[in-house]
């Protein structure tokens, strides 16, 4: 089965369809955030439910069903959730009430950031492979039975792969194929639509299950079209700024 997985599409529907026209897969599966800071939430959330709708709730998501926790993100965050709500319908807000802080499928995890309190939406950066979080997800999958967990959330991705003799090693990577052994791992997808790696390419992987094969790949994508819509939708410019960055 290969498994196209996506996170952080963040209203960037320029993104997100280049990856869709490029990649050959089986199923789509979102790890959250698929709207807030771009122009586009509706096509996105959209095109989410046409290919499935099968994700788990990101931080945005919940900020568009909580917007009393809207005090807790930064200002340009906050605008993009707010333009969100005002456009996109009913029926899409009732859809993200249904989505799961985890999901399980058949030997892996699916969640926007960590397991131990997936809704707190703790961050996890490459450079905290100490992180008390990051040991908490990884007794989560113990417990699950599983030994891979897909995350998102920071926009940067890497692999954090636990050894045997319980040492962290990690991995930031971007574009490469990495096999799996018998290890445990959580693994960051990267961002579709708004990197922050430096790299201003729209980032996902491509998961073989049969031949535990990890596809990190960055696309280049219509990043003109994409931050000239955040202007138009009188969102903030850095929004738009900051794709061409990939910070």
Do not use: W
Request: with cysteine; charged share 25%.
């Amino acid at each position: 089965m290969k498994y196209l997985i996506l996170s952080d599409i963040h209203s960037n529907y320029q993104a997100f369809t280049k990856i869709l026209n490029t990649e050959k897969f089986d199923e789509v599966l979102f790890v959250g955030d698929i709207i807030g800071y771009g122009a586009d939430p509706y096509f996105c959330y959209k095109k989410f439910l046409e290919l499935g709708g099968t994700g788990v709730l990101g931080n945005h998501e919940q900020g568009v069903l909580e917007p009393e926790t809207l005090t807790k993100f930064s200002e340009n965050a906050r605008k993009g959730i707010l333009y969100t709500i005002k456009h996109i319908p009913k029926e899409y807000i009732d859809h993200m009430r249904i989505l799961p802080a985890v999901l399980e499928m058949e030997d892996f995890v699916l969640c926007h950031a960590m397991l131990g309190n997936p809704l707190s939406f703790q961050y996890v950066f490459p450079e905290n492979k100490d992180s008390i979080f990051l040991m908490e997800s990884f007794e989560v999958l113990e417990k699950l039975g599983k030994k891979i967990q897909f995350t998102g959330h920071t926009h940067r991705p890497c692999i954090f792969k636990k050894r045997e003799d319980e040492q962290i090693e990690v991995y930031p990577i971007h574009h490469g194929d990495i096999y799996l052994d018998d290890a445990s791992y959580v693994i960051n997808v990267g961002s579709v639509g708004q990197s922050r790696n430096g790299i201003p390419k729209a980032h996902y992987i491509v998961y073989d299950s049969v031949k535990r094969r990890i596809r990190f790949r960055a696309l280049d994508y219509d990043i003109k079209e994409a931050a000239d819509r955040i202007l138009k939708a009188d969102l903030p410019e850095f929004l738009g700024q900051r794709l061409y960055l990939g910070t």
